[in-house]
């Protein structure tokens, strides 16, 4: 790490805070809970297809800027491609990725741009990546929703995506210990 913060020192690019990670949106109806009369079991359509996508994202907790690409599939051809649009899209800063252990964001054939460094979470800790309360809160809308087509499901969370605020995305991601942290960062 330090000789990330030299680089950054010489240059004096800023340091951002991403949350990264991948979600499965798929045609397969997510249930949830509804509110029915004593002893009745709620009544929906269901689905059991298993025709999916995966969204990879990236979100920015102190100012909820995002960054959304979807996939066909999750695997180190994707998440490169990932990666490479993501430094596209945040040349002039040095850009912090918090990820889980997925076994491609630490695969051997992965290059990693010059300026994203991947932050590994423990292993078995998704509760602390803020962007997994994202994916939640995008499927919250699609709970008892059926699709027929996969087209139709990835229209519906393309509409989702674009009414997604960065201050709604900032209150949803922006834990304490984080923003606090970032504070002491980037000092203004």
């Known amino acids: 790490m330090s000789q990330y913060a030299r680089q950054v020192i010489q240059e004096e690019r800023p340091i951002r805070y991403f949350a ?3 979600s499965r949106f798929g045609l397969k109806t997510l249930i949830g809970r509804l509110i029915t009369a004593c002893g009745i079991k709620p009544i929906g359509q269901w689905l059991w297809l298993f025709k999916a996508f995966w969204l990879y994202g990236a979100v920015e907790p102190a100012t909820g800027e995002s960054f959304f690409l979807q ?8 998440y490169q491609a990932f990666l490479e649009e993501f430094s596209k899209a945040y040349p002039d800063s040095l850009n912090i990725l918090q990820v889980d252990n997925g076994r491609f964001h630490s695969s051997k054939d992965l290059v990693v741009p010059e300026n994203v460094i991947l932050l590994f979470q423990p292993a078995y800790c998704p509760e602390l990546n803020p962007i997994e309360r994202l994916w939640e809160y995008l499927k919250a809308d699609l709970k008892w929703a059926s699709f027929k087509t996969l087209e139709q499901l990835q229209a519906k969370v393309d509409q989702l995506l674009a009414q997604l605020t960065p ?8 834990y304490s210990f984080i923003l606090n942290a970032l504070s002491a960062l980037n000092p203004i």
Do not use: K, L, N, P
């Open 20 to 22: 990264q990670d991948e």
């Open 71 to 78: 996939f066909s599939h999750v695997d180190t051809a994707c």
């Open 167 to 174: 201050e709604v995305i900032a209150s949803i991601t922006g």
